[in-house]
């Protein structure tokens, strides 16, 4: 009987969890390329960085004047003299992490081909959205911009895919920025997950920011069930940004998650604070305790529009998205 109950389980689990039929998306034809865009700038002779910045900007037309002047903060009414020493300066203190990326990246490729294959599955579900044609990837000062969506391209700050215990990470000045609990997310798996990510924010921008947790959840849910979709290989924990462990914890504790918003008649609430705990970033959730993820708010609003989807299979994923948070609340039935 013991067997039986398990066996059963695992099968529930797996159908829960599993993506069923996932589309034939290899016939579809995606324009896409990648530029090294920190090759360019750290192997250039920096005696004549003033031309290197020319040449780049060139090259890089639209990316070239925004990395200097917005990522790095050059001031065009610098002198030569000033600029050059500034740059330099820059070249120097990130050579480290230069080697450390050309160590992983030398070929980038394979992340070119998994967002590629992400791109296959959004032409699928949205045929009419032009995504960008372009990666360009880069490095930045390690506490500024990461990856980026633009009309063109994915910008892509290879600084911050080093892998989590890249000694790079250990400074102290930096966790003031990005504590732990996000730089464990530094790794070069989450590179095709923020692209689909900012693709998802330019699609579809969240709008739902002055409504009540409920709705919020929802919205969050959505954004996950469709990042699932477009990236239908990934394990879940790195959709949502958990451990594995964290992500297993929650659906094995669901029913308790659930019943914490219940009980604490949350789900209607407007207050900003509350709403900020249940789904901001955090190194866990405190009224679940330690070992539980923060943004549990996301998990569970997940986990409703799953429920929806699974009482009305033929929804499509635009439909979905367009469907209104309190329809998907009450039509989901959801009770873990």
């Known amino acids: 009987m013991r067997l039986f109950k398990c066996l059963v389980f ?48 060139s090259k890089y037309p639209t990316f070239g004047p925004a990395f200097f002047q917005t990522i790095l903060n050059v001031d065009p009414r610098w002198n030569d003299d000033t600029t050059k020493n500034y740059i330099n300066g820059f070249i120097g203190s990130q050579m480290a992490v230069y080697d450390s990326a050309e160590k992983i990246f030398n ?64 400074s102290p000045w930096l966790h003031e920025t990005y504590p732990q609990y996000l730089t464990d997310r530094f790794e070069p798996d989450y590179i095709v997950v923020n692209c689909m990510k900012n693709i998802i924010g330019d699609m579809y921008p969240d709008k739902s920011e002055e409504a009540p947790l409920s709705t919020q959840m929802i919205e969050a849910g959505k954004r996950l069930y469709l990042l699932q979709k477009i990236i239908p290989s990934y394990d879940e924990y790195k959709l949502i940004g958990y451990t594995n462990e964290q992500l ?26 509350l709403i900020r705990n249940y789904l901001g970033e955090s190194p866990k959730t405190q009224e679940l305790g330690e070992g539980s993820p923060g943004n549990i708010g996301a998990f569970v609003g997940w986990q409703i529009v799953k429920k929806y989807i699974q009482n009305f299979p033929k929804t499509t994923p635009g439909e979905l998205m367009n469907t209104d948070a309190r329809k998907i609340l009450d039509d989901a039935k959801y009770k873990p």
């Not at 929650?250 to 789900?267: A, D, M, T």
């Open 10 to 57: 695992c099968c529930m689990f797996f159908s829960c969890h599993s993506n069923k039929n996932t589309p034939d998306v290899s016939d579809i034809s995606i324009e896409l390329s990648t530029k090294r865009f920190e090759k360019d700038l750290f192997n250039s002779d920096t005696n004549h960085i003033i031309a290197t910045i020319d040449t780049l900007i």
């Open 248 to 273: 297993k914890k929650c659906y094995s504790n669901e029913s308790k998650v659930w019943e914490l918003f219940i009980q604490n008649e949350l789900l209607h609430s407007i207050d900003k604070n």
């Open 107 to 170: 070929d980038f490729s394979p992340y070119e081909k998994e967002i590629r294959k992400s791109l296959q599955y959004l032409h699928y579900y949205f045929p009419t959205y032009v995504a960008p044609h372009e990666i360009i990837t880069y490095l930045g000062p390690l506490d500024g911009y990461g990856d980026v969506i633009t009309k063109d391209a994915f910008l892509i700050g290879l600084h911050h895919h080093l892998g989590k215990n890249s000694s790079i990470y250990n």
